[in-house]
């Protein structure tokens, strides 16, 4: 009786702390491909701090699993588009709550710098180098100039 008695107590406090716990699932997308984003970052957070990070898969899902009931901030990244925010994501209690955020892929991250050949080109390649006046060998000479014909071609 004294095991029957103290495995109910015990199943009991594991069946009320398990009800404080849902889950996050979802697939995003970009908006005007209809294309899953690979490999995003995705961070929840609660009141700004950091609860759970995980990452986007190849077709574009995630997971969060055992968090926590509460509202949260979810905060998506991935290098080249603007980050994503989304606020009172509600975690309820013994669910799975099904969210597919949608991305604008026209926004760039502010750390993203794009140089396009013609800028490249124009600023290192029309540049002439610096001439030094050391003496050199023929043969120091000639693999200068080849060399200097590989880097052109």
Do not use: W
Not at 26 to 54: C, K, M, N, R, W
Not at 134 to 151: I, M, N
């Amino acid at each position: 009786m004294k095991y029957f008695t103290c495995l109910f107590f015990m199943l009991i406090t594991c069946i009320s702390f398990a009800q404080n716990y849902g889950s996050l699932k979802g697939v995003l997308i970009e908006e005007f491909s209809h294309e899953p984003i690979q490999y995003a970052d995705l961070s929840l957070q609660l009141d700004g701090a950091l609860v759970a990070q995980t990452s986007a898969d190849v077709h574009g899902r995630f997971l969060f699993i055992e968090i926590e009931v509460g509202n949260y901030n979810l905060v998506i990244s991935k290098l080249g588009l603007s980050p994503l925010k989304i606020t009172n994501v509600f975690i309820s209690p013994n669910e799975l709550l099904e969210l597919n955020p949608i991305f604008e892929a026209g926004g760039f991250d502010q750390d993203t710098i794009v140089f396009t050949y013609t800028e490249l080109h124009e600023k290192f390649l029309k540049q002439k180098p610096p001439i030094s006046k050391t003496p050199c060998s023929k043969r120091q000479l000639r693999a200068a100039r080849k060399l200097e014909k590989q880097v052109i071609h």
